[in-house]
């Protein structure tokens, strides 16, 4: 069974255009994150949550935004995507060792 | 500031042993992690050292040393499905965060 489920798994909008990623999980974990990730790049850390606290990263841009209304559900929020914000959103739980993350499978955007 | 350095690519032939080195520069050290990222998917969990010494998991195990600041993940038996990029990553300070490596692209070659 899936335990980190994202969708939609591909996602092409339009430059300035607004877009919702969604992310759940099946484990009722209460860190999330949300990660960019670009080609040959490794993960950039954009948010974590620990339960409904939320933590911005200082160098996360503006144009991104955040939301968990409850445990399972967390979903980020591109306000005007640019070219440059074309990349790999992964979302991640985290275990209690804080050392072991699952990430889900992630979601590819396309900005044209 | 708070680093991991690795090397950007390695090469090696299906059957053989590769080890992959990490270098880490941390204001607090809790641990080293490793993780496997196929092309277009997401990372998976590999291992983790809390302490010094050598963790065994099948075909791969990783090496801690805190003395030196330095990691390794040792794959034996390569198959050309591990061809695959690989990072190591560490909690920034102790908070709930990674901090990743720049990532090996490791091809495994006929």
């Given at each position: 069974?899936?335990?980190?489920?994202?969708?939609?798994r591909?996602?092409?909008?339009?430059?300035?255009?607004?877009?919702?990623?969604?992310?759940?999980?099946?484990?009722?974990?209460?860190?999330?994150?949300?990660?960019?990730?670009?080609?040959?790049?490794?993960?950039?850390?954009?948010?974590?949550?620990?339960?409904?606290?939320?933590?911005?990263?200082?160098?996360?841009?503006d144009?991104?935004?955040?939301?968990?209304?409850?445990?399972?559900?967390?979903?980020?929020?591109?306000?005007?995507?640019?070219?440059?914000d074309?990349?790999?959103?992964?979302?991640?739980?985290?275990?209690?060792?804080?050392?072991?993350?699952f990430?889900g499978?992630?979601?590819?955007?396309?900005?044209? | 500031?708070?680093?991991?350095?690795?090397?950007?690519e390695?090469?090696?032939?299906?059957?053989?042993?590769?080890?992959?080195?990490?270098?880490?520069?941390?204001?607090?050290?809790?641990?080293?992690?490793?993780?496997?990222?196929?092309?277009?998917?997401?990372?998976?969990?590999?291992?983790?050292?809390?302490?010094?010494?050598?963790?065994?998991?099948?075909?791969?195990?990783?090496?801690?040393?805190?003395?030196?600041?330095?990691?390794?993940?040792?794959?034996?038996?390569?198959?050309?499905?591990?061809?695959?990029?690989?990072?190591?990553?560490?909690?920034?300070?102790?908070?709930?965060?990674?901090?990743?490596?720049?990532?090996?692209?490791?091809?495994?070659?006929?």
């Open positions: 069974d899936a335990m980190v489920i994202q969708n939609p591909y996602q092409v909008t339009q430059f300035g255009k607004p877009v919702t990623l969604s992310c759940s999980q099946t484990l009722n974990h209460n860190v999330m994150y949300w990660y960019q990730q670009k080609s040959s790049q490794a993960p950039k850390l954009l948010f974590h949550y620990y339960d409904k606290d939320f933590n911005n990263e200082a160098d996360t841009p144009n991104f935004q955040s939301r968990r209304p409850n445990t399972s559900f967390c979903f980020l929020d591109i306000r005007s995507p640019g070219l440059g074309a990349a790999m959103y992964l979302c991640a739980l985290g275990t209690q060792t804080y050392n072991e993350q990430f499978p992630g979601t590819r955007l396309t900005v044209l | 500031g708070q680093s991991l350095e690795q090397p950007s390695v090469t090696a032939v299906e059957g053989a042993i590769v080890q992959i080195n990490c270098t880490y520069q941390t204001s607090g050290f809790y641990g080293l992690s490793w993780y496997q990222q196929h092309d277009g998917g997401a990372p998976t969990f590999l291992s983790y050292n809390a302490l010094d010494g050598l963790e065994e998991t099948g075909r791969f195990s990783s090496f801690l040393s805190r003395s030196d600041s330095y990691g390794y993940l040792l794959l034996q038996e390569l198959q050309m499905k591990d061809s695959a990029s690989y990072f190591c990553a560490a909690p920034m300070d102790s908070s709930y965060k990674l901090i990743f490596g720049s990532g090996t692209r490791l091809l495994v070659r006929p």
